[in-house]
């Protein structure tokens, strides 16, 4: 199922069977195609239909995974505050008012349960999403790459340009990196993602445009026509 | 008259000319500083397309079978609340 715009879901349980298109699941029949609205998926789970949560989540996955992985940097945990996330959101659907779209209430579960493991294991090297001292307030220089040459989407199908972008996304600090996962990936607004990262507009805004420039600064030097570490000689 | 804006300032406004959050007179001046300077042209193009790169679903694989497992692990749970 994917999510569309405006608050419709995509139901195809047929194909969803368990995984996702983008996991390598082929494409839907009209026939077991159907959209219905998130408040409608949340009435059928309020009323015992618990097939429907999923239905709500599913399309969320992409994003709260990439964004607990921001702040844990690692698949693992990330996976399992996913599904720590997934499972409170269920036990506290009844507090969910619908003034947010159900996907940025689960983006912001997921931060806090990912932000408390942070807490938890690793407190000598927490280091906090908030606005505390921000070492990024000046200017950012970008590098300047005069032989940059357009990526391709299509060149996404190579695996080495893929794992170059997850290099790059990785190497960024983590205060940034999850503004960027939340904003361009996630495509939350400036005022949803201040309001998940208790920040304000303006930082949101300053960081992301850190973020972008550090992505475009990460990828560039590796670009070689083959994205590997190294750039050959001239 | 468009207003003259100086590198250091398209490179501030950057990301709101992407989001196209600035006004039409800052969105003008930066169009004009553009049109002859090839740093920041040459800055914006990289950031948009690493940009295009990364919305791209195809860009961050997930772990195979997470939706598998996330669906699992809710089913269990849905099956011990039952009980």
Redesign the interface.
Known sequence: MEKVSGGFYWIDREV?G???P??GGSMASPATELYVSEATLLERVRQGD?EA??DL??PC??GI??AALAVLNN?ADA?EV??EA??KA?KNLARFRQQAKFSTWLTQITINEALMRVRRDRKHLFESLDEGRDSDNG????R???D?R??P?SA??RKE??QA??R??TSLPPKLKIV?VLR??Q?LS?AETAASLNITEATV?TR??RA??Q??DA??PQFDGRWSRVRPKA | VAMSIACEEVLQELSNYIDDEISPELREGIEQHLSWCRNCTITLDGTRNVLRLICDQRAFELPEGLSKRLYSKLQRHLAVQAR
Request: with cysteine; glycine share 0%; hydrophobic share 55%.
């Open positions: 969803d368990l995984d996702s983008a996991a618990c949560f999923y989540v599913h996955e992409r995974f990439l698949e996976e996913v599904q997934i499972l269920f200017v950012y220089a970008p300047e790459f005069p940059w357009e990526i989407s996404l199908q340009l893929r972008l997850l790059a996304l960027l361009d990936i495509s400036t805004k992301l445009l972008r420039l992505m475009r990828l560039a």
